[in-house]
């Protein structure tokens, strides 16, 4: 194992060498992505033993054995060939009946359904599908920073719009996205519930940005990865009312979405988008030219996961639940935090006071006191300050992490 401060450097020189790459040897587009910082602190930590392992979106849950059964059932029967390039037809009819029965809408399995190879490849694909070279898509920030980056491949320019802080609840910045807008605006890009906020849209806010976006001709590109995770409902389970319920079929709006998360499928690599049938037909065309399709027998495994999934999404809210109340408490007790209490996902946003470079306090924190969170500044405008913690994890290791946490705030 390499020491810590001799991991931090080679991070830093990877960075820099990537940094310092001649614009006459890289495309453009590829010098305008910004190396993850989330990455940057993990290549850190895979080079330490006894890391309590909180910065990257996942819980360390493990898939369900009756998924993995299904994949092993589908690979006996032979689902080892090409299929469809949006997917298998049974895959998209159950996603219609998936969303028949938790949100009330109706789609068309043939027409506005398209599977992907994970909820990262529908970003790329129906980004490519509506931004041209020189465009302009607005962000809601702070946010994972993929959709910004995938903007910034397609040689487009991400125009990152801070959430505001009021009254502990995080809210869009209404006068700074209609100051925003110019004729290069294309597309507006949001998440409910958030990574890493966990503020999740209200239906009010969902009509205003539909209307925002048809008021100005834009497409809205709605990411709902985490609907499942969410702690308002009137019952746990429930899912977040999609933008779907308020839009038409006419909309120019898309939904992204995987199964990596309310499933613990985040290896499997499958994804959906839901989107009006002209955008659908043109993702189903470049989807041969990325990845052909999704592996054909994690999408039969995706299907079980669908009719039998309830029961062990319940369960994993409950625990989820009690991780974010578990951590609510201990940061409450901490100097220098203020931590809003989230709706959804499964992160906590703590500010700390007095915080420049949130990259440099959780490296500290990581070599200090073997503690892996992400720094705020990996999520964009209106991050720096901030520190993400991941509580999908074991009580072990979130117990140890807030007691280490708050001795290093107190150093």
């Known amino acids: 194992m390499l020491r810590a401060d001799s991991a931090v450097e080679?991070?830093?020189?990877?960075?820099?060498?990537?940094?310092?790459?001649?614009?006459?040897?890289?495309?453009?587009?590829?010098?305008?992505?910004?190396?993850?910082?989330?990455?940057?602190?993990?290549?850190i930590a895979f080079r330490m033993d006894g890391v309590l392992?909180?910065?990257?979106?996942?819980?360390?849950?493990?898939?369900?054995?009756?998924?993995?059964?299904?994949?092993?059932?589908?690979l006996d029967d032979g689902y080892t060939f090409y299929t469809e390039n949006a997917g298998l037809l049974s895959l998209r009819e159950a996603?219609?009946?998936?969303?028949?029965?938790m949100q009330g809408v109706e789609l068309d399995p043939r027409r506005e359904i398209v599977v992907t190879a994970s909820g990262v490849q529908a970003l790329n694909v129906t980004i490519r599908c509506?931004?041209?070279?020189?465009?302009?898509?607005?962000?809601?920030?702070?946010?994972?920073?993929?959709g910004a980056s995938i903007v910034a491949m397609?040689?487009?320019?991400?125009?990152?719009?801070?959430?505001?802080?009021?009254?502990?609840?995080?809210?869009?910045?209404?006068?700074a996205l209609e100051g925003a807008v110019t004729e290069r605006t294309k597309l507006l890009v949001y998440t409910s519930p958030s990574n890493p906020l966990g503020w999740t849209a209200t239906v009010e806010d969902q009509q205003r940005l539909l209307e925002f976006t048809?008021?100005?001709?834009?497409?809205?590109?709605?990411?709902?990865?985490?609907?499942?995770?969410?702690?308002?409902?009137?019952?746990?389970?429930?899912?977040?009312?999609?933008?779907?319920?308020?839009?038409?079929?006419?909309?120019?709006?898309?939904?992204?979405?995987?199964?990596?998360?309310?499933?613990?499928?985040?290896?499997?690599?499958?994804?959906?988008?839901?989107?009006?049938?002209?955008?659908?037909?043109?993702?189903?065309?470049?989807?041969?030219?990325?990845?052909s399709h999704a592996p054909s027998f994690t999408q039969r495994a995706a299907e079980t996961a669908l009719r039998d999934g309830e029961p062990e999404i319940h369960a994993m809210l409950g625990q989820l639940k009690a991780?974010?109340?578990?951590?609510?408490s201990a940061l409450a007790t901490m100097p220098r935090l203020t931590t809003p209490s989230p709706d959804g996902a499964f992160y906590l946003f703590p500010k700390v006071e007095g915080l420049a470079d949130s990259f440099d306090f959780c490296s500290r924190l990581l070599r200090e006191t073997r503690v892996g969170l992400a720094p705020g500044v990996a999520f964009?405008?209106?991050?720096?300050?901030?520190?993400?913690?991941?509580?999908?994890?074991?009580?072990?290791?979130?117990?140890?992490?807030?007691?280490?946490?708050?001795?290093?705030?107190?150093?």
């Open 95 to 101: 996603l219609a009946d998936y969303y028949l029965r």
């Open 323 to 328: 991780n974010r109340d578990l951590c609510l």
């Open 130 to 146: 509506t931004l041209d070279p020189g465009d302009e898509a607005l962000v809601l920030t702070p946010a994972w920073p993929n």
């Open 10 to 43: 080679f991070a830093r020189s990877a960075r820099r060498e990537c940094e310092n790459a001649l614009v006459g040897q890289l495309a453009h587009s590829t010098l305008a992505v910004p190396t993850s910082r989330i990455r940057e602190l993990a290549e």
């Open 214 to 291: 048809r008021r100005h001709n834009l497409w809205l590109l709605a990411d709902e990865v985490y609907d499942r995770l969410w702690y308002g409902g009137s019952a746990l389970g429930e899912p977040v009312p999609s933008i779907l319920r308020l839009a038409t079929r006419d909309d120019a709006v898309i939904v992204i979405q995987s199964f990596s998360k309310a499933w613990c499928m985040t290896g499997w690599r499958i994804g959906w988008i839901i989107t009006r049938a002209d955008l659908a037909a043109k993702a189903t065309q470049l989807n041969e030219f990325i990845i």
């Open 53 to 74: 392992k909180l910065y990257f979106g996942e819980s360390n849950q493990p898939t369900s054995a009756y998924i993995k059964q299904a994949a092993k059932q589908a």
């Open 380 to 411: 964009g405008a209106g991050g720096e300050g901030s520190i993400r913690i991941c509580y999908a994890a074991d009580r072990s290791v979130l117990e140890p992490a807030m007691d280490r946490l708050g001795r290093f705030l107190l150093l």
């Open 154 to 175: 397609a040689n487009a320019r991400p125009v990152e719009i801070a959430h505001v802080l009021s009254e502990g609840r995080y809210e869009i910045d209404w006068a």
